[in-house]
């Protein structure tokens, strides 16, 4: 059984950069696609990044497309979420997940695994 921690959320002010791990055990995921989803209070949880398993295909949802950059590291078995130009719109709980397939799922459904979140919070 996969397991999923996130870890470097916290609070920044708007114009900053955090950087989000996502450190997977009990399996390794070298070879699955992963992605990273998000999710604010009253809202329902959006897409923001995913990479195939060998890194090739990355995709990016438009509202952080320029500011945000996901990378992997199979040897860690850990992939990194990069957010730069932060907006207090990015304050969210953010979530890691892990598919069993190497491509990309069509559907946030196509993820089995998925971390607890990390909160990340935006000062305006």
């Known amino acids: 059984q996969v397991q999923l921690v996130e870890s470097g959320g916290g609070l920044v002010q708007a114009g900053g950069s955090l950087r989000l791990s996502c450190a997977a055990s009990g399996g390794k995921v070298s070879r699955s696609a992963m992605g990273w989803f998000r999710q604010a209070p009253g809202k329902e949880r959006e897409f923001v990044s995913s990479i195939s398993g060998s890194g090739s295909n990355i995709i990016y949802a438009d509202s952080v497309k320029g500011r945000f950059t996901i990378s992997r590291d199979n040897a860690k078995n850990t992939v990194y979420l990069q957010m730069n130009s932060l907006k207090p719109e990015d304050a969210a709980v953010y979530y890691c997940?892990?598919?069993?397939?190497?491509?990309?799922?069509?559907?946030?459904?196509?993820?089995?695994?998925w971390g607890q979140g990390t909160q990340v919070t935006v000062s305006s």
């Open positions: 997940a892990a598919a069993t397939s190497v491509w990309i799922p069509a559907r946030s459904s196509g993820y089995t695994y």
